[in-house]
């Protein structure tokens, strides 16, 4: 005997939920004050250090530019942020990521460039504040969550089939 349906999907009754993950609001690039939605301020970091977000990525590229405030790098690839005050999360194209980091990921992505290697890096940061003495009374933590490593899609594969590969039957 066939099960019930319902009537409004088409899914039999007993059919689990399909589990929804947590929704994500789509952001052009993933900075602070876009995740952070205020200003950081001195305030909020009377008390002592403070973490912010958490934003994890694939890196496969950079773009460099000049501004009002000087010289910047933002990370092109595949990003997520997640704020720790409400657990929002934000999922964006470009991320641009606090020094040092950032100098530290640019300098992996030439040196996989010099060596002929496809760059893709991945990362995992929190990203916090903690008082300071310059101008604004604070200034930006970079906190590594994940070692930040070459992800060379080629080279897995290899890894994971040369056993098979050099096997004789």
Not at 21 to 41: F, S, Y
Not at 103 to 126: T, V, W, Y
């Amino acid at each position: 005997m066939a099960k019930p349906e319902d009537k409004k999907n088409g899914i039999p009754d007993s059919a689990p939920a399909a589990i929804k993950p947590p929704k994500a609001e789509l952001l052009k690039k993933i900075t602070t004050k876009l995740v952070m939605g205020d200003r950081v301020t001195v305030v909020d970091v009377k008390d002592g250090p403070i973490h912010l977000y958490g934003v994890i990525g694939i890196c496969t590229g950079s773009k460099v530019g000049e501004s009002q405030y000087g010289a910047w790098i933002g990370f092109t690839g595949q990003f997520e942020a997640t704020r720790y005050k409400d657990g929002a999360r934000f999922v964006a194209p470009i991320a641009f990521i606090p020094e040092p980091a950032s100098s530290m990921m640019a300098g992996a992505l030439d040196r996989a460039a010099k060596n002929n290697q496809e760059p893709s890096l991945q990362f995992a940061f929190i990203i916090g504040a903690k008082k300071s003495t310059a101008a604004i009374g604070f200034e930006y933590t970079v906190e590594p969550v994940l070692q930040a490593s070459q992800n060379d899609a080629l080279q897995a594969l290899r890894d994971q089939i040369a056993p098979r590969l050099l096997q004789k039957d």
